[in-house]
């Protein structure tokens, strides 16, 4: 539903009941008035490991969730953008950083939460970055200089550890999540809340 | 925006304004009671080549867009599923077909219409198929029985050709869309219908 022409009637009066449409097995939101069906369905996050010489570009969050906690660029895909585009625009809009898509990486189901995380490997086109307004902070860090316990995201850690994996392969196929999210290293009081209830 | 919570006051009457978000820089449907952001992104088709011995599951589409013409099972990805759970829920739903999902063939970015289709190869656990609600017809054909004049999508086209060249191979870099999708072939037709207007 996108309200973007507004001479439809329903950006007048919107009012949605919860019925199943025909030939459909999920109940969904359906306009009183024009019967227009509002399907939500999962959204893709698109982020990179971009990657300047050995080190590796990350942000420290400025906003909630997990802000203050280290992460890649990444956010939501928006419309009549690639997957690529997407996640280049990330780049720049957290950490002013331009960067060129390279391989795929991984595509990790975030099912809970009605998520497809997709992260590409990038290269950096100049080591110039700066905090765009969702980061506090922004860095190039080596591998030995990456925060493990201060991650913002369970893909951030698998992310990373499978862009080192690939770092020397030109095409590979790419990575999925874990069965097991809550057995990702440095997120075992993250796990222990969610299976606290 | 779920309307799932019958308890929250948008419900009784909604009403959203094209706005832009603070730190936001694209326009979005803002309510004007509760401030709730209508965010509209992209969305996942997930679907299958699925194949028994050397023959390919085709469904020959009873639905608009493209009624009468031939696709792969595919479809909107639904909450809180894995992409591969959504395209065995599709084979399932167009086909009754039980399939096991293998390798990532490709992931389409169709940008014009917001759209991102990954496709999987499977293997059917049997060749008892039947045509679900949304098809007209459902057959398993050889590479030579494929009715390439009739394809309903220049993406069920490149996940075909994409699944032959990789269909001895374990494991394999996904594909992408081509540059430019009118040189499917074809869709000399459906190309025409869009440059021309």
């Not at 956010?75 to 898509?101: C, S």
């Amino acid at each position: 539903m996108t309200f973007q022409d507004k001479s439809r009637s329903y950006q007048k009066n919107p009012s949605f009941t919860q019925r199943t449409p025909h030939d459909d097995s999920i109940t969904r939101g359906i306009c009183d008035h024009c019967g227009l069906i509002n399907y939500v369905n999962p959204k893709i996050v698109a982020g990179v490991v971009a990657v300047w010489e050995d080190k590796i570009l990350m942000c420290r969050r400025a906003i909630e969730p997990r802000r203050g906690f280290w992460t890649l660029p990444a956010g939501f895909m928006e419309q009549q953008e690639t997957i690529a585009e997407g996640a280049a625009r990330e780049a720049f809009e957290e950490a002013q950083a331009k960067v060129e898509i390279d391989a795929l990486i991984g595509i990790y189901n975030v099912a809970r939460i009605s998520q497809v995380q997709i992260f590409y490997r990038a290269q950096l086109a100049s080591p110039d970055i700066a905090a765009g307004p969702e980061s506090e902070e922004v860095a190039l860090m080596g591998w030995d200089e990456i925060p493990w316990k201060e991650l913002a995201f369970p893909s951030v850690y698998w992310a990373l550890q499978h862009y080192h994996q690939t770092r020397e392969a030109a095409a590979f196929a790419p990575f999925s999540e874990p069965e097991d999210w809550t057995t990702t290293p440095g997120f075992e009081d993250l796990a222990r809340r969610y299976s606290d209830g």
